[in-house]
């Protein structure tokens, strides 16, 4: 974290979800993205946390709580196909048997508003969370993408087709330092339903293609390895069986211009 | 109903594989060692001991449900059983959506929370360093983890800057890593 100080304080925040700032959260995101350093340091945060939550532990539960999941786990289907709803497990409502009637009728009207009150808030809340989340994940990558098309020391290759005519094109552009790879396709044939294009890194030290994402057609595609500094010999796409593979069983279809 | 004997990683894999085989059994023995943690999180949140009970029994039965969401290879269940407790209290407080799934990210800590000595020697230890700290930054702390307070919330109900915020929270959990270093 020596490096990176101006993200300290903010680590700290975010690994208890105590940072509310979009724009602060969006960029350490992006740092978190490209710095093994501090991804390693905010692991080290939430374990400083559950250290936190050691100072709680004291009271034990009453034994009707275990009671009660042992009863539970006993009428659960093991390994069914659809989860149970958590409403089926719930507490029984024991009011339902005495209250009269009536009561109980006005009380239903009232929670199945009041039911449709919070579903509308849950999925309103739950559509915005995931605009935000998509919102900084676009960020993020334009952020990349700029950065990459703009640095003049990434290694850029153009890859050509084999034996057909050079019309489909195939751009790579290599940062090894980030371990980020960005690939432009054009004029490519899409890929049939089953099949996927695979990118993959031919390394400079020899060894085995190392997969390097893949796509249906034409466009854009950003892909980090997990391993930054591999430094590429070269660069090859294959098509593969859907979702695609961690070996090349297809013909290289595209490499670098010989 | 605690096991007094410590429970190592591979105890707690096969523990786990117990469990997804459908072996009730396992669970109870799982329960009778976690369960304080968890109960004593979601109490320490949630204020109520009928609320903290109802999470205790849902984080249990999700694990009984889908016990290969926690990976015993890449950390241990205990801290992982706090952090769950703890995110979901938060979210039950905050009335916000309770996921259905456990997801959390295994966590290792490197303090021995497997057997009953040393997690009661962890405990006084934290509580030691806690009581150490100054009581603004304690409570800073408090909020940000036991009431899922945001650090401008903090910041508001505290009339602090926002950096002091920060930094009081940092400096608070990295005393408590130097003391387990």
New interface residues.
């Given amino acids: 974290m020596n490096d990176h100080p101006q993200y300290a304080d903010s680590l700290a925040l975010y690994a208890m979800e105590a940072l509310d700032d979009p724009r602060e959260i969006a960029e350490l995101q992006a740092h978190l993205g490209t710095c093994g350093e501090c991804r390693r340091e905010l692991e080290n945060l939430r374990a400083d946390t559950v250290l936190l939550a050691l100072s709680s532990v004291g009271p034990q539960p009453p034994q009707r709580s275990r009671e009660r999941l042992m009863k539970a786990i006993a009428a659960e289907p093991r390994r069914a196909a659809e989860p149970r709803s958590r409403f089926v497990l719930g507490r029984q409502p024991r009011w339902l048997s005495l209250a009269p009637i009536g009561v109980a009728l006005v009380l239903a009207v009232i929670s199945i508003g009041m039911l449709r009150d919070i579903l509308r808030l849950r999925n309103k809340n739950e559509k915005l969370q995931a605009q935000l989340s998509d919102t900084m994940r676009q960020n993020e990558l334009a952020r990349e993408v700029y950065s990459m098309l703009a640095d003049s020391q990434a290694q850029r290759m153009n890859l050509v087709p084999v034996k057909a005519p050079s019309q489909p094109q195939i751009r790579t552009i290599y940062k090894p330092e980030k371990g980020h790879v960005l690939m432009l396709a054009s004029g490519l044939h899409p890929a049939p339903d089953d099949k996927v294009y695979e990118l993959w890194l031919l390394p400079m030290s020899g060894g085995d293609p190392i997969p390097a994402g893949t796509f249906r057609n034409d466009g854009m595609m950003m892909h980090s390895f997990d391993t930054a500094g591999i430094q590429a010999k070269g660069w090859a796409i294959t098509m593969e069986p859907a979702p695609g593979g961690t070996k090349p069983q297809g013909a290289i279809m595209f490499a670098p211009p010989s | 109903?605690r096991v007094p004997m410590q429970v190592s990683q591979q105890d707690e894999a096969a523990l786990l594989a117990r469990i997804h085989a459908?072996d009730?059994s396992a669970?109870?023995e799982l329960?009778?060692r976690y369960?304080?943690?968890v109960?004593?999180?979601a109490?320490?949140?949630l204020g109520s001991?009928a609320s903290?009970?109802d999470l205790?029994?849902?984080v249990?039965?999700q694990l009984?449900?889908n016990p290969r969401a926690f990976d015993a290879e890449r950390g241990r269940l205990a801290?992982w059983l706090?952090?769950i407790?703890?995110?979901r209290a938060?979210d039950m407080l905050r009335r916000?959506?309770v996921e259905?799934d456990i997801d959390e990210?295994p966590?290792?800590?490197?303090?021995n929370?497997e057997d009953e000595a040393g997690?009661r020697m962890?405990?006084d230890k934290?509580?030691g360093v806690?009581a150490q700290l100054p009581q603004e930054q304690r409570k800073t702390?408090e909020m940000?983890?036991?009431e899922?307070?945001?650090?401008?919330?903090?910041s508001a109900k505290l009339g602090e800057p926002l950096?002091t915020v920060?930094?009081r929270?940092?400096s608070g959990?990295?005393a408590?890593?130097k003391a387990?270093a």
């Fill in positions: 109903m459908g009730e669970m109870a329960y009778d369960s304080g943690i109960y004593g999180v109490l320490r949140v001991t903290a009970e205790l029994q849902e249990f039965l009984w449900r801290p706090a952090v407790a703890r995110n938060i916000r959506p259905e990210l966590i290792s800590t490197g303090v929370l997690e962890a405990i934290v509580r806690l702390l940000a983890f036991f899922g307070m945001t650090h401008t919330e903090i950096g920060k930094t929270i940092r959990l990295l408590l890593r387990f």
